[in-house]
Nanobody, 129 residues
Framework: DVQLQASGGGLVQAGGSLRLSCTVS????????IGWFRQAPGKEREGILC????????YAADSVRGRFTISSDSAKNTVYLQMNNLKPEDTAEYYC??????????????????????WGKGTLVTVSS
């Protein structure tokens, strides 16, 4: 049974940093691609960061590139989203997700695909100006 749980959200001032965690169970890290998505009120879900061990592939959306990074600790079954230089427009519910389908072998697919098989509950990030 695959389960994901995002945590670490909160209120932060613009220019600040925050690290989100995604605890994963029921999967082998190397067999799944992990993605971070976000959805702001009234907007479509946006894929922002992706990590694929199988394809040795990563992806960062233009909106977060240079500010957000994804990393993992397989010993802890945890994937991290480090967010630096936060902006008010980064305010959103953040989700982690996982998928083992071949379509997600290379993370560049996140540019046009925002669905994965397994999702965790989101964690809210609010950035004040």
């Amino acid at each position: 049974d695959v389960q994901l749980q995002a945590s670490g959200g909160g209120l932060v001032q613009a220019g600040g940093s925050l690290r989100l965690s995604c605890t994963v169970s029921g999967i082998t890290f190397g067999d799944f691609t992990i993605g971070w998505f976000r959805q702001a009120p009234g907007k479509e879900r946006e894929g922002i960061l992706c990590f694929s061990t199988e394809g040795s592939s990563t992806y960062a959306a233009d909106s977060v590139r240079g500010r957000f990074t994804i990393s993992s600790d397989s010993a802890k079954n945890t994937v991290y989203l480090q967010m630096n230089n936060l902006k008010p427009e980064d305010t959103a519910e953040y989700y982690c997700a996982a998928d083992s389908r071949s379509v997600w072998k290379y993370c560049s697919v996140m540019h046009y695909l925002s669905t994965m098989n397994y999702w965790g509950k989101g964690t809210l990030v609010t950035v004040s100006s």
